[in-house]
């Protein structure tokens, strides 16, 4: 069983920047590509970005540019670096792998 714990979520002011990490139990981390999910209050979750086995990475419109998603396969842990934050990317965020769901970490984009 694959267990994820999401860290790094906090309060920060429009235009600013967190890194939040997903750590993964197991020995098969690196060979599975990890997602980062957000979900807006009274919005369906929807996916932010993507990061393979490989290192290739793809993310959602509205944070191309912004977001920077990458993994350190000698730490279990993926990251989502998160730039230039806007109030709308408030939201609770969710890493998943292998069908496997974290518990989520809130962040809130407010002045």
């Known amino acids: 069983q694959v267990q994820l714990v999401e860290s790094g979520g906090g309060l920060v002011p429009p235009g600013g920047s967190l890194r939040l990490s997903c750590t993964v139990s197991?020995?098969?981390?690196?060979?599975?590509?990890i997602n980062w999910y957000r979900q807006a209050p009274e919005k369906q979750r929807e996916w932010v970005a993507t990061?393979?086995?490989?290192?290739?990475?793809n993310y959602a419109d509205s944070v191309k540019g912004r977001f920077t998603i990458s993994r350190d396969n000698a730490r279990n842990t993926g990251y989502l670096h998160m730039n230039s934050l806007k109030p709308e990317d408030t939201a609770v965020y969710y890493c998943?792998?292998?069908?496997?769901w974290g518990q989520g970490t809130q962040v809130i984009v407010s002045s």
């Open positions: 998943h792998m292998v069908g496997n």
């Open positions: 197991g020995s098969m981390f690196r060979i599975y590509p």
């Open positions: 990061i393979t086995s490989g290192g290739d990475t």
